[in-house]
């Protein structure tokens, strides 16, 4: 790997570790708290989000582990 891809490769790991944090509180805000319909609505699309970001970021991290 580049350097540029190395300094990529440790940012996803960090960015995959926060987004999942940040899955993990929200699933626990629909598990433990009575939302209203917009929050949920809101909530919903960031999880959507997140979710599909993760996706691309995870995708990459393994792309560039396979070539270590």
Same mark, same amino acid.
């Given at each position: 790997l580049t350097?540029?891809?190395k300094r990529e490769f440790e940012s996803l790991i960090d960015q995959i570790a926060t987004g999942e944090r940040r899955?993990?509180?929200?699933?626990t805000i629909f598990q433990t708290q009575e939302l209203s319909h917009d929050v949920?609505?809101? #909530?919903?699309?960031?999880l959507h989000? #997140?979710?599909?970001? #993760?996706?691309m970021k995870?995708?990459?991290r393994l792309e560039l582990s396979e070539r270590v």
């Open positions: 350097y540029n891809e899955k993990d509180e929200i699933n949920i609505k809101s #909530l919903g699309k960031e989000t #997140l979710v599909h970001d #993760l996706q995870e995708e990459r």
